[in-house]
């Protein structure tokens, strides 16, 4: 049973006033949030969970679990402009509490006091929280799914890979393959024993919450879906200037830092190198570099797309101040 000191408790209240209240106070914001509404209310007056449309057309930008979110929401009765925030603020703040339960069973809680507060206050995350958008939920659970592995790179201890894999599985079924390829550097890190992602329990877990939505969307809408969702939105997305969103390979870095206000400071603890003594630390560290540079590689750049990135510098940063 998940149990927090009592000092914590005192955190519920501020966790409403940041990721609760006010939650419907301005409308749904830029072309995607109202997008990626519309077609959730769709799924639920249609009752097609399966082939996402957007007035009455398939629209296959993106995988299905931000819609099946935003269309349980609206089939429960939720305002239009409730319906689209409410699920991604609660998927925030249920992984903030995974966060440092996790934290705190690998680093210990202060560190994990430190990490969660950083994280939940940063501004990259926290107005992400407040928007119905895919790059919330695929962090979430992409996170999740990282940090489940910290034990599995510092003692070997395969218990919890399927629960890994299944949320990698999430992570897929949110935003596509961009979750494999940010996984690399656990795969990496753990390459001495990359047999233990082959083990039928693995493999099944993420099978089992992956692939089913993708194989029957593909029967039923055939290669147009593969060529929306993966090739265009996928590859040229990464590979081409296609979609107008070009910008200089150092973009992100002003990002990531402005993304982690008022936070910004505990940077600098960053760069002693005792921070970084076991493995665990050091995937921390090249999960945030690896991702860094690989969205600065691609030709499309848009600043939400490093919020998968900032769990893990949140939580470097609560180590090194739980340290100081």
Known sequence: MLRFP????????????????????????????????????????????????????????????????????????LSEDLAPRLPVALCSVAFLIFFYWILRREFGDPAAGFSTAILATSAGWLSLSHIGITDLPMSATFAAAMLLGLRWLAQGERELLPACAALLGAAVLAKGFLPLVLALPLLWMGRRRWFDWFRPQVVGAFTVIALPWYVICFLRNGWPFINKLFWEHQVERFSTPALAHGQPFWFFLPVLVTALFPWI????????????????????????????????????????????????LAALAGIALAEC
Not at 66 to 71: Q, R
Not at 276 to 303: E, H, I, M, Q, T
């Open 265 to 312: 400071p505990a940077l600098a603890l960053l760069f002693r190198r005792s921070l970084y003594s076991d493995s665990r630390r050091l995937f921390l560290l090249l999960w945030v570099v690896f991702g860094l540079v690989f969205f600065s590689a691609a030709f499309n750049k848009l600043p939400s797309y490093i919020l998968p990135l900032l769990p893990a």
């Open 6 to 77: 009592k000092r914590y408790l005192l955190a519920i209240p501020l966790i409403y006033l940041l990721y609760f209240f006010g939650l419907t106070n301005a409308g749904l914001v830029g072309p995607d949030e109202p997008r990626y509404a519309a077609i959730a209310r769709q799924m639920t007056q249609s009752g097609d969970w399966i082939t996402p449309r957007l007035w009455g057309e398939p629209w296959f930008e993106k995988p299905a679990l931000l819609y099946w979110m935003e269309g349980a929401a609206f089939r429960l009765g």
